[in-house]
């Protein structure tokens, strides 16, 4: 299917964990995102790719990890899950003009 | 440091009303300002607006920048109670993290019957 993918849809997890969530878009945009959306802060960005192997730190990358060996894979690792990332996340691509978003993963560390 | 300020945070009217949403931006080298509407599950795209003074219109919505002021409107006329949902500005700064969007907080709209 065309688009941009995200799974899993919904995760739970305990504290100190390592939890993977997965990004894939099958544009072949340049631009990755990663951000995340929590009540009263909107959507905040973690980090993002601007090509493959290519990736930059964003607003609030404390504990997240990224890679990007392909261009349509954007993996998100949180190294040691802590109860303050429990979100949801949203993964993001783009070339020039809009951002087109996936639907979503929501997690949550116990 | 870049931001972007939505207007009010929330707001609820009745169907048929027209409703203004507002977006104000702080940015080194502006490039584009964007709307997306979210429902529940991801932002959909709206507009893209790059120019002063020139109005964009899908339907029953319209937007229109103005850089002299820093800021953005979003109408909607003649809500339904479809429009109800979290209408997100961002702003693209020219230069930087080339290609990211720095969000606001959004304007929760829920219209009523």
């Known amino acids: 299917d065309a688009g941009i993918t995200q799974s899993p849809r919904y995760k739970i997890t305990e504290t100190g964990r390592q939890v993977t969530l997965m990004c894939h878009q099958t544009?072949?945009?340049?631009?990755m995102f990663w951000y995340r959306q929590d009540l009263g802060h909107g959507l905040r960005l973690i980090y993002y790719?601007?090509?493959?192997?290519?990736?930059d730190k964003g607003e609030v990358p404390d504990g997240y990890v990224v890679s990007r060996s392909k261009t349509e894979n954007f993996p998100l690792t949180l190294e040691s899950a802590t109860r303050s990332q429990t979100s949801v996340y949203f993964c993001?691509?783009?070339?020039?003009?809009?951002?087109?978003f996936g639907q979503g993963t929501r997690l949550t560390v116990v | 440091e870049d931001k972007v300020v939505q207007s009010p945070l929330s707001l609820v009217v009745h169907e048929g009303d027209t409703v203004t949403l507002n977006c104000s931006y702080e940015?080194?080298?502006?490039?584009?300002l964007l709307w997306y509407k979210q429902e529940k599950k991801a932002p959909t795209f709206l507009f893209m607006l790059?120019?002063?003074?020139i109005e964009k219109k899908s339907g029953r919505l319209s937007s229109i920048l103005d850089k002299k002021e820093l800021s953005s409107i979003l109408n909607i006329t003649a809500t339904q109670t479809g429009d109800s949902a979290i209408y997100l500005c961002?702003?693209?700064?020219?230069?930087?993290?080339?290609?990211?969007?720095?969000f606001g907080k959004g304007t929760k709209l829920s219209v009523k019957p």
């Open positions: 940015v080194t080298n502006f490039r584009s």
């Open positions: 961002a702003v693209e700064p020219r230069g930087g993290s080339q290609g990211n969007l720095i």
């Open positions: 544009w072949s945009h340049s631009y």
């Open positions: 993001a691509s783009r070339v020039s003009t809009e951002a087109f």
């Open positions: 790719s601007a090509a493959a192997d290519i990736t």
């Open positions: 790059t120019s002063s003074g």
